[in-house]
């Protein structure tokens, strides 16, 4: 009731490679920590099946740490019926506005054009797992599947999410500290009272 989530997941760290730089162009930038822009240039179709390879893991709070644990481990999926689902999401708030942005790639298979994503943000309100304050890291792949198998694209992220107390939690700790100071001294004064009239009595 008293505290707060950013709502918006932090950027710390971000990273995208192209592995076919003369047909796929990939260019971003973060801002504030907490919007991305992100741009796509597909120069050539790229018939055959797509497929996806996304990780999750839970990192130490301490940076460096070992301590770490795995979230999510998805291999080989569809990239194109995951790609139908998330044009199928939409807002609680805004009906009918979907949560994938529809300047990205919003069609199978993948065909040339410029496809972006302008001041996206990460809002931990649409996620569908509640996610407890901590360091993250997700990894996307982007894989080919024609004559060969061949690695398109990838993209690592390193977030955090912070939950931070608010100023009425921190108003309402000293008030409740202060009572209880109050209140001791009063509980003090008390005793010595009674103590001094058992005296008297004997």
């Not at 192209?18 to 741009?39: D, G, L």
């Not at 497929?51 to 979230?71: C, W, Y």
């Not at 609680?92 to 994938?100: R, V």
């Not at 398109?152 to 992220?157: A, D, F, M, Q």
């Amino acid at each position: 009731m008293f505290l707060y989530t950013l709502l918006n997941l932090q950027f710390d760290e971000f990273y995208s490679k192209s592995f076919v730089p003369n047909n796929i162009i990939v260019s971003y930038s973060v801002q504030n920590m907490e919007t991305i822009n992100y741009n796509m240039s597909v120069k050539d179709n790229f018939p055959g099946k797509l497929l996806m390879h996304i990780f999750a893991r839970k990192l130490d709070t301490v940076p460096g740490g070992k301590n770490s644990q795995e979230m999510l481990k998805m291999k080989n999926l569809d990239f194109c019926q995951a790609l139908e689902s998330l044009r199928n999401m939409t807002f609680d708030d805004f009906q009918g506005e979907s949560l994938w942005p529809s300047t990205f790639l919003i069609s199978c298979p993948l065909t040339p054009g410029f496809y972006y994503v302008d001041n996206a943000s990460i809002d931990v309100r649409h996620f569908p797992l509640r996610i407890v304050d901590g360091r993250y890291l997700v990894q996307f792949e982007l894989i080919q599947v024609y004559d060969e198998v061949v690695k398109l694209l990838n993209c690592k992220i390193k977030l955090t999410k912070t939950t931070i107390e608010s100023k009425s939690e921190k108003t309402r700790k000293k008030s409740r500290f202060g009572n209880d100071k109050s209140d001791t001294k009063a509980t003090s004064i008390k005793e010595l009272e009674l103590s001094s009239n058992v005296k008297c009595r004997h």
